[in-house]
């Protein structure tokens, strides 16, 4: 089964940074959009950041605006999400999934995405 391996994750404090990184074993990410989703407790699923395979262009939520930057390393099939300025409220399970309908990112339609994987925890907290 084709799965998508999130990690990175961890507990950080309030401001600080923490980068994670997924990659999907036995799947070719180059020529699909690949996004991070993350789901806080409590919450549904949410899409967070996209990039495209086509011309690494990027989406970003608004409340991720400015404080995370996506990249991709088609060469070696790593998606990352670098995570500066954290705040509590970004306490959540990020995901990683793949676009396997679109090369460039039109915005974060969860049904779009496949492949999700376990998940890493990121806890922002004092």
């Known amino acids: 089964q084709v799965q998508f391996v999130e990690s990175g994750g961890g507990l950080v404090q309030p401001g600080g940074s923490l980068r994670v990184s997924c990659a999907v074993p036995?799947?070719?990410?180059?020529?699909?959009?690949v996004g991070w989703f993350r789901q806080a407790p409590g919450k549904e699923r949410e899409g967070v950041s996209c990039i495209s395979s086509s011309d690494g262009s990027q989406y970003y939520a608004d409340p991720v605006k400015g404080r995370f930057t996506i990249s991709r390393d088609n060469a070696n099939n790593i998606v990352a999400l670098q995570m500066n300025s954290l705040k509590p409220e970004d306490t959540a399970v990020y995901y990683c999934a793949a676009n396997l309908m679109r090369s460039r990112c039109s915005g974060l339609v969860e049904h779009e995405f496949s492949y999700w994987g376990q998940g890493t925890q990121v806890t922002v907290s004092s």
């Open positions: 036995g799947f070719t990410l180059d020529g699909y959009a």
